[in-house]
Nanobody, 122 residues
Framework: QVQLVESGGGLVQAGGSLRLSCAASGRTFNIYAMGWFRQTPGKEREFVAAIRWSGGNTYYANSVKGRFTISTDNAKNTVYLQMNSLKPEDTAVYYC???????????????WGQGTQVTVSS
């Protein structure tokens, strides 16, 4: 099992920045990639970004490309999401996730964190 804990959410004005962190524990040697998702009330969870643990391959949703950056600190088993030029439509609960299978791009995420709220005011 892998446990994921997000942190770094909060309230920020439009145009501002936040950095989210997701710390992994447990069977971290199994981690092949990690992703960030977000969800607002009444909507389905939306993919934001993903990164492969070794090699650093990344991909992003079009809605955040050029504004958000995903990165890892392998020594700390932590993945980050640097969010710049934030917009009110970025307001959501942000979740990190990890897959069990070693496939890239990731097809299915099996482990999820509890989420952290990001609110962007206009």
């Amino acid at each position: 099992q892998v446990q994921l804990v997000e942190s770094g959410g909060g309230l920020v004005q439009a145009g501002g920045s936040l950095r989210l962190s997701c710390a992994a524990s447990g069977r971290t040697f199994n981690i092949y990639a990690m992703g960030w998702f977000r969800q607002t009330p009444g909507k389905e969870r939306e993919f934001v970004a993903a990164i492969r643990w070794s090699g650093g391959n990344t991909y992003y949703a079009n809605s955040v490309k050029g504004r958000f950056t995903i990165s890892t600190d392998n020594a700390k088993n932590t993945v980050y999401l640097q969010m710049n030029s934030l917009k009110p439509e970025d307001t959501a609960v942000y979740y990190c996730a990890a897959p069990e299978k070693r496939l890239w791009p990731v097809q299915k995420y099996d482990y999820w964190g509890q989420g952290t709220q990001v609110t962007v005011s206009s």
